[in-house]
């Protein structure tokens, strides 16, 4: 099931899709696509809902796209995931997952513009597989527990200053917390649709040109490892997302190559959770 929010920024509507697209009204279910929904959310009843036609047609033509999720208590990053982006880094690999903490007000729309901060000269991309949690977890003893807490799966951008991260005092969370530094979106995929989290294909071009093209296969901790291994240090709640670290081919990475300024286009798609696009403007 796919699950979307439509409108303009702070007035959208929750919207679920069929199986052919057509655009499906939640508004008279609830109030948003937010954590008190997600804690609640029966898939099946919904499914049933909509194949039965009780749910009013939404027109989506000519609507603004917003996060799947409405303004998230938390978006917690995972740094250094990907064995290729840690060796283009030159960092080691990790003996446990690296976290950093964005805030709330980097979440816009998977296809809203995307500022370059006042100061910033080295801005990036990070095509990612952003988890969305569904129940409250702390402590979870294992695998099979946190999947149980996975509301589903979207696409992220997470977008970095790098001159801010590692120029500035050697703190990730200030090259990370721009706003408009987390697109998220199109959709919310319920985790029944995504058979394995980690055989997900994800791409990413700039300017139409491909820069990073990896799998969820090449993690060095797995989905299911980064719920779980959060949750030892933070109560997870519904409505929260993980951003799970970028493959190889930031531009970081690769020097001579230019970082983002005003009027680049960058694009993200994720096989089965959909294509986001950002045209980067200034703060």
Same mark, same amino acid.
């Given at each position: 099931?796919?699950?979307?929010?439509?409108?303009?920024?702070?007035?959208?509507?929750?919207?679920?899709?069929?199986?052919?697209?057509?655009?499906?009204?939640?508004?008279?279910?609830?109030?948003? $696509?937010?954590?008190?929904?997600?804690?609640?959310?029966?898939?099946?009843?919904?499914?049933?809902?909509?194949?039965?036609?009780?749910?009013?047609?939404?027109?989506?033509?000519?609507?603004?796209?917003?996060?799947?999720?409405?303004?998230?208590? !938390?978006?917690?990053?995972?740094?250094?995931?990907?064995?290729?982006? *840690?060796?283009?880094?030159?960092?080691?690999?990790?003996?446990?997952?690296?976290?950093?903490?964005?805030?709330?007000?980097?979440?816009?729309?998977?296809?809203?513009?995307?500022?370059?901060?006042?100061?910033?000269? !080295? =801005?990036?991309?990070?095509?990612?597989? *952003?988890?969305?949690?569904?129940?409250?977890?702390?402590?979870? *003893?294992?695998?099979?527990?946190?999947?149980?807490?996975?509301?589903?799966?979207?696409?992220?951008?997470?977008?970095?200053?790098? *001159?801010?991260?590692?120029?500035?005092?050697?703190?990730?969370?200030?090259?990370?917390?721009?706003? =408009?530094?987390?697109?998220?979106?199109?959709?919310?995929?319920?985790?029944?649709?995504?058979?394995?989290? @980690?055989?997900?294909?994800?791409?990413?071009?700039?300017?139409?040109?491909?820069? @990073?093209?990896?799998? =969820?296969? @090449?993690?060095?901790?797995?989905?299911?490892?980064?719920?779980?291994?959060?949750? @030892?240090?933070?109560?997870?709640?519904?409505?929260?997302?993980?951003?799970?670290?970028?493959?190889?081919?930031?531009?970081?990475?690769?020097?001579?190559?230019?970082?983002?300024?005003?009027?680049?286009?960058?694009?993200?798609? $994720?096989?089965?959770?959909?294509?986001?696009?950002?045209?980067?403007? !200034?703060?």
């Amino acid at each position: 099931m796919k699950l979307l929010r439509v409108g303009p920024p702070g007035a959208e509507r929750p919207v679920v899709l069929g199986q052919d697209g057509t655009g499906y009204d939640l508004a008279g279910r609830a109030r948003d $696509i937010d954590g008190a929904f997600l804690a609640g959310l029966d898939v099946a009843a919904l499914a049933r809902d909509v194949a039965a036609g009780a749910l009013p047609v939404v027109d989506l033509a000519g609507q603004r796209v917003g996060a799947p999720v409405a303004r998230p208590g !938390k978006v917690v990053g995972i740094g250094l995931n990907y064995r290729d982006h *840690a060796a283009e880094a030159g960092a080691a690999i990790p003996d446990e997952p690296v976290i950093f903490l964005k805030p709330s007000c980097t979440v816009v729309g998977p296809y809203d513009e995307v500022l370059v901060p006042r100061g910033g000269e !080295k =801005t990036d991309y990070e095509a990612e597989l *952003a988890i969305v949690i569904g129940r409250t977890a702390r402590y979870l *003893a294992g695998h099979a527990e946190a999947a149980e807490v996975i509301a589903g799966y979207t696409i992220a951008n997470d977008v970095t200053e790098r *001159a801010f991260q590692f120029e500035r005092g050697g703190q990730w969370d200030k090259g990370k917390s721009a706003e =408009t530094f987390t697109p998220l979106g199109p959709w919310l995929v319920t985790a029944d649709e995504v058979a394995d989290p @980690q055989r997900l294909p994800l791409r990413l071009w700039v300017n139409g040109e491909l820069r @990073q093209d990896g799998s =969820t296969a @090449q993690m060095i901790f797995p989905v299911f490892e980064l719920v779980r291994y959060a949750s @030892q240090f933070m109560v997870l709640e519904p409505g929260d997302v993980i951003v799970t670290g970028t493959p190889a081919g930031v531009t970081l990475g690769h020097p001579g190559t230019p970082f983002l300024t005003a009027g680049d286009i960058v694009e993200i798609e $994720i096989d089965g959770l959909g294509r986001q696009r950002q045209v980067f403007g !200034k703060a």
